[in-house]
């Protein structure tokens, strides 16, 4: 019952409403309804007479009308051209009454005299030009044609002229529209106009598509869509009509898209709202077919010695390391079979292989590289030292010039377990004092070949940044460890020099800080460390005072360094170690291998330290160490695509997988990896980066 009784308190209210209607008047501020001359304006007075508020007016037709102004009850409308007019006004929402008042304006009587032909045009499909003629018996006049742009108040100085001003006037148009001709008398000012209109369609225009004139199947049983549309503005509605010309199949889609499977000639026939027919002939033809492609290279090679692969006939290449580029460096330790596939565009070509063969009774020798780690250095002096008064096979080229050689393999290893021919830097067949000849000759060359894990004991000191980059001014720092998990360290001191780009870290703000660990537990090691900055080498040593050597493994230490603040663009430092030399509790002396040098990008824009570090200590990594699948999960993953890159120790970019994690866990499938020592760089969809360290045992 409640519900009865608002109901019908509403339909009372609403019954009243439509009681309330709007009254007004019209009065005519000028005194007439004739358009004067100069400037020919009529503006009338509506004055709301009741009590409902009147909120809205319309002129209907609105060519030559405008409300000027709205002052409480009353609203002020001017009319510039002669004709009959209806004003409508409502008062909604208050009310849902809508009243109406019809006036006309008449021409002044000494306006022009105006005679138009035709009065109206409809535009032929690709017809002759419309012309129109327009004259006034009246004399002293002057008129124009005009195209009408603007919808109210139009005036001739606001208007786009069409033809030269006089007493008879044409132009001629295909373009629809409306168009006016005004006459002016010249003594009085009155001012006529007369209104004609161009309707349809003027001119269908051309056929315009994607694949006009003719497209190209990308690839066998592939698909290619066709589309079309017009090249001018046209009535619509529109429709397209495709036809294969070569089984007179038509097919009508919608909007213009053709999906073709097989070569051919096609027709589009595309009509408009007027019956206008435009058309175009396209060809599909079958150009592109998979590609064949041919793989090239040194497919025999002494064990420890790098091979480049060359790829062609295809636009990208795909090989089973996972390179994607057109040449890749390889370092088999024995002989391997590399799958190269290939595609151009959408093709793919047939997979092909090549067979690098490794032979292991032979090695290739740089004259200087002793160590045989890529470049020629002090490091190569203690491994001639090393390998000291043992013979062996002479080459058959004894020059001493930066190049490969070919030499049959010695008995015996040298430090990295490569073999001992690599010390004989001469190529005569004997290591000894004339060998460092070579060294000097090639002081800091360095050649194509890096340590590989492949064929090569992991190095037993590594310096491996923390970071990938640092930004300039900020602190940044490298990891030094001992061994592997698979190798320990056997020693009771030890020596190194760091090298590092003086230019590129701030004045002496380089320095290690010694942790605990197996060479130093309780922190009881006598430490040294010298800065030499102007010769960019950081000189740094820990000893034991127990008396008793120590085997183990693991992070040493900290090497800690400032970025410097100048840079305008990023730079590369390179932080490595050299001349590192251990001795045990007996006071004999030896030499460490060592990693290659590891990079750190000084960067104008790079990830802060601290940035990194928190994004770091959210990852973990297992096992460790792997086997055959690693297990990386974080919660700063977002379920968002994760980069993942791993090098190897000497800096070599061997695995880059884009990887969409699942329950913020990726799993990398490391089954084809050597055994040894890693570095995995962890980039999240912000950008964040980390870098772990990872061991792979079979």
């Known amino acids: 019952m409640k519900r009865l009784i608002i109901f019908l308190m509403v339909v009372t209210v609403?019954?009243?409403?439509?009681?309330?209607?709007?009254?007004?008047?019209?009065?005519?501020?000028?005194?007439?309804?004739?358009?004067?001359?100069?400037?020919?304006?009529?503006?009338?007075?509506?004055?709301?007479?009741?009590?409902?508020?009147?909120?809205?007016?319309?002129?209907?037709?609105?060519?030559?009308?405008?409300?000027?102004?709205?002052?409480?009850n009353t609203v002020s409308i001017g009319f510039s051209l002669p004709g009959t007019y209806t004003i409508t006004s409502d008062s909604w929402p208050i009310s849902w009454c809508v009243v109406s008042q019809t006036i006309t304006i008449y021409p002044n009587a000494l306006a022009p005299i105006i005679n138009v032909s035709p009065s109206s045009a409809t535009a032929i499909c690709n017809g002759p030009l419309i012309t129109f003629s327009a004259s006034s018996s009246s004399t002293n006049v002057t008129g124009v044609w005009y195209q009408d742009v603007l919808p109210s108040l139009v005036q001739p100085n606001n208007l786009v002229p069409l033809s030269p001003p006089g007493s008879s006037i044409t132009f001629s148009t295909s373009a629809i529209?409306?168009?006016?001709?005004?006459?002016?008398?010249?003594?009085?000012?009155?001012?006529?106009?007369?209104?004609?209109?161009?309707?349809?369609?003027?001119?269908?225009?051309?056929?315009?598509?994607?694949?006009?004139?003719?497209?190209?199947?990308p690839c066998a049983n592939n698909s290619v869509v066709l589309t079309g549309g017009l090249s001018v503005s046209i009535v619509g509605p529109i429709t397209y009509t495709w036809t294969n010309l070569t089984t007179s199949i038509s097919v009508f889609p919608p909007t213009g898209g053709y999906t073709v499977t097989t070569p051919g000639y096609y027709k589009l026939d595309v009509i408009d709202g007027m019956a206008c027919l435009a058309s175009q002939i396209f060809y599909v033809g079958t150009n592109t077919i998979a590609p064949i492609i041919n793989v090239s290279g040194n497919n025999n090679v002494c064990q420890g010695t790098s091979s480049n692969l060359y790829a062609y006939g295809a636009v990208s290449y795909s090989w089973s390391t996972g390179a994607t580029t057109s040449s890749i460096n390889v370092l088999p330790s024995s002989t391997m079979v590399y799958t190269l596939s290939g595609a151009s565009y959408s093709c793919s070509a047939a997979p092909v292989t090549i067979t690098v063969n490794v032979n292991s009774t032979c090695s290739d020798v740089w004259p200087g590289d002793a160590s045989s780690d890529g470049v020629a250095n002090l490091t190569d002096v203690l491994e001639i030292g090393l390998?000291?008064?043992?013979?062996?096979?002479?080459?058959?080229?004894?020059?001493?010039?930066?190049?490969?050689?070919?030499?049959?393999?010695?008995?015996?290893?040298?430090?990295?377990?490569?073999?001992?021919?690599?010390?004989?830097?001469?190529?005569?067949?004997?290591?000894n004092a004339t060998d460092v000849n070579a060294i000097t000759a090639n002081w800091g060359l360095t050649h194509t070949f890096k340590l590989s894990?492949?064929?090569?004991?992991?190095?037993?000191?590594?310096?491996?940044?923390?970071?990938?980059?640092?930004?300039?001014?900020?602190?940044?720092?490298?990891?030094?460890?001992?061994?592997?998990?698979?190798?320990?360290?056997?020693?009771?001191?030890?020596?190194?020099?760091?090298?590092?780009?003086?230019?590129?870290?701030?004045?002496?703000?380089?320095?290690?800080?010694?942790?605990?660990?197996?060479?130093?537990?309780?922190?009881?090691?006598?430490?040294?460390?010298?800065?030499?900055?102007?010769?960019?080498?950081?000189?740094?040593?820990?000893?034991?005072?127990?008396?008793?050597?120590?085997?183990?493994?693991?992070?040493?230490?900290?090497?800690h360094f400032k970025a410097v603040s100048t840079l305008t663009s990023n730079a590369v430092l390179n932080l490595s170690a050299s001349i590192v030399n251990k001795t045990n509790a007996s006071g004999n002396f030896s030499s460490l291998t060592?990693?290659?040098?590891?990079?750190?990008?000084?960067?104008?824009?790079?990830?802060?330290?601290?940035?990194?570090?928190?994004?770091?200590?959210?990852?973990?990594?297992?096992?460790?160490?792997?086997?055959?699948?690693?297990?990386?999960?974080?919660?700063?993953?977002?379920?968002k695509e994760v980069i993942v890159k791993v090098y190897d120790i000497t800096g070599?970019?061997?695995?880059?997988?884009?990887?969409?994690?699942?329950?913020?866990?990726?799993?990398?499938?490391?089954?084809?990896?050597?055994?040894?020592?890693?570095?995995?760089?962890?980039?999240?969809?912000?950008?964040?980066?980390?870098?772990?360290?990872?061991?792979?045992?079979?």
């Open 177 to 217: 529209g409306v168009y006016m001709a005004v006459f002016t008398d010249n003594v009085t000012g009155c001012v006529n106009s007369s209104i004609v209109a161009v309707n349809g369609s003027s001119v269908v225009g051309n056929v315009i598509g994607s694949a006009s004139p003719s497209a190209y199947l």
């Open 453 to 559: 894990n492949e064929d090569a004991l992991s190095p037993e000191l590594t310096i491996i940044a923390d970071q990938p980059a640092v930004q300039i001014g900020k602190w940044g720092t490298a990891s030094i460890f001992l061994g592997d998990a698979t190798n320990s360290v056997n020693l009771y001191g030890l020596a190194l020099d760091i090298n590092h780009n003086n230019t590129l870290i701030e004045t002496d703000s380089i320095y290690i800080e010694y942790i605990s660990s197996f060479l130093n537990a309780g922190g009881t090691n006598i430490e040294f460390q010298k800065n030499v900055f102007a010769n960019s080498t950081f000189y740094a040593a820990s000893t034991r005072t127990d008396h008793a050597d120590v085997n183990g493994n693991g992070k040493i230490g900290i090497l």
């Open 594 to 639: 060592n990693g290659a040098a590891t990079s750190v990008t000084i960067s104008t824009s790079a990830i802060g330290i601290n940035e990194f570090q928190n994004f770091e200590n959210n990852i973990s990594i297992y096992p460790q160490p792997a086997k055959e699948v690693l297990n990386i999960s974080s919660n700063s993953f977002y379920s």
């Open 652 to 698: 070599k970019l061997i695995s880059n997988e884009k990887v969409i994690p699942s329950n913020d866990r990726i799993q990398l499938q490391i089954s084809d990896f050597s055994d040894g020592v890693y570095i995995l760089q962890i980039k999240n969809s912000k950008n964040e980066t980390a870098v772990k360290r990872l061991i792979i045992v079979k």
């Open 14 to 72: 609403i019954g009243n409403l439509k009681s309330q209607c709007p009254t007004y008047s019209i009065n005519n501020a000028l005194g007439n309804y004739t358009l004067g001359c100069n400037p020919g304006l009529v503006v009338i007075d509506a004055v709301n007479t009741s009590s409902v508020p009147i909120t809205n007016y319309y002129i209907s037709p609105a060519r030559g009308t405008k409300i000027l102004s709205t002052n409480g």
């Open 387 to 431: 390998q000291s008064g043992f013979t062996g096979p002479a080459r058959t080229a004894t020059s001493i010039a930066w190049s490969s050689y070919f030499a049959n393999n010695w008995t015996g290893t040298i430090s990295n377990l490569k073999n001992r021919c690599h010390a004989d830097c001469d190529g005569d067949g004997i290591v």
